[in-house]
């Protein structure tokens, strides 16, 4: 499980360290960086899939990417006796993403490209350190793998040699998805398949010509994907190796003497929803977008293959309230076998998910344009350490 996740130099998150627990649930009002957070959290997966360079372009580019405000806020600026001001920057550029358990720890720090040789893609992101330690709170002395720009090495005693890796790693390139050694740096296997696990479910699209609502050839689907296409497959490999008992009790706590079953033709699976006091069962083409996101909600939280890690961005969207009681029970249930990562504005999500006892709420607010944890101090902020350049 994730103890600490740290986040430096990323739009509004301009050094934000948070406490984990089994389950989180964020929130915060419009603006606050929910949004943020949750595509920082994305980046650091791609990572492990060697994409976080592209994923930084799909955005607009590191530039676009980057804190915007001050290198520093000074006391008088945050009391109001002085405006806010730029100065000339005493750092490089830098964006920081890094995570931490109680086994390993790993940042990755990325920047701009050195100057020379001219180039149009002086712009481009390049990964300038990486590296995996062990425990929670990263020092030199418990470094188990380290990057820095194009060297890869372990480090080893004082009086001893690092074990070179590769000298020439690309910068566009994370060492994680570009280097497999398991006999000696078996450190970055076990964190790389880690990160690989995490899953990330955000605005599953539930419109009258999406995907979801059509039959779709079925196949062997023990995880939803992220677009929710392999629905009626996701759900019939949940009533044949998985939970096949809670699926009944989540559709019929949300749809009261409800049921679903998934109708096979000639290889094409469909969605049917028997509803009580209909003659017939509805498919997938006549169901609401609230009920269909619901079935959604439903194939990904009770996969037969729970992840290390599962992110769930507004899953409350386009769900009546009367449906988000039911959606936290799920939640919590589901955090009994992965960790989870929720985030919302929904009040009666919030005040549902908050009864759960292991429900840790992570509040955000907005000062000086910085995302801060809400009641966050120097005396609880968790023990972080970024590796220097």
């Known amino acids: 499980m994730i103890e600490t996740l740290a986040i430096s130099g990323y739009r509004s998150l301009r050094d934000l360290v948070l406490p984990l627990g089994r389950l989180n649930l964020v929130t915060g009002a419009n603006g606050s960086g929910k949004s943020s957070l949750y595509r920082a959290l994305r980046l650091l997966g791609d990572a492990a899939q060697n994409s976080v360079v592209a994923s930084l372009a799909r955005e607009g580019g590191l530039p676009s990417t ?12 945050r009391q109001g006796d002085h405006p806010v001001e730029g100065t000339a920057p005493r750092s490089p550029v830098s964006l920081k993403l890094g995570f931490s358990d109680e086994t390993y720890g790993y940042s990755i720090d990325l920047g701009y490209p050195s100057p020379p040789p001219a180039t149009a893609f002086n712009l481009d992101p390049a990964i300038k350190r990486e590296c995996i330690w062990h425990g929670g709170t990263y020092r030199k002395a418990s470094a188990l793998v380290d990057r820095r720009n194009n060297f890869v090495y372990l480090p080893t005693g004082r009086d001893e040699e690092p074990v070179m890796l590769t000298q020439n790693l690309s910068a566009a390139d994370s060492m994680l998805a570009s280097i497999a050694d398991p006999q000696r740096a078996p450190e970055m296997l076990a964190v790389r398949e880690s990160i690989r696990g995490w899953r990330f479910y955000d605005g599953f699209r539930t419109d009258i010509a999406s995907p979801v609502r059509i039959p779709q050839i079925g196949t062997f689907t023990p995880v939803l994907n992220n677009d929710g296409t392999d629905l009626p497959a996701a759900l019939q490999t949940i009533l044949e190796i998985g939970d096949d008992e809670a699926l009944k009790r989540t559709i019929d706590d949300a749809f009261p003497k409800s049921r679903v079953h998934i109708e096979v033709q000639n290889g094409r699976f469909e969605v049917k ?9 509805l498919s997938a083409a006549e169901l609401s977008d609230g009920t269909l996101r619901f079935l959604l909600w439903t194939a990904a939280l009770l996969t037969p293959r729970p992840p290390h890690l599962m992110v769930l961005n507004e899953p409350e969207t386009s769900l009546h309230p009367d449906l988000l009681p039911a959606l936290a029970r799920l939640i919590a249930a589901a955090s009994q076998k992965s960790q989870l990562i929720v985030v919302s504005h929904a ?6 998910l908050s009864e759960t006892p292991q429900c840790k709420p992570l509040h955000l607010e907005k000062t000086f344009g910085e995302t801060v944890l809400s ?12 590796p220097s350049r």
Do not use: Y
């Open 66 to 77: 980057l804190w915007a405000g001050p290198e520093t806020i000074a006391r008088s600026v």
């Open 375 to 386: 009641d966050a101090t120097l005396f609880n902020r968790p023990k972080w350490q970024w």
């Open 273 to 281: 929803l028997h509803q009580h006091g209909l003659l017939r069962p």
């Open 347 to 352: 009040r009666t999500l919030i005040e549902a």
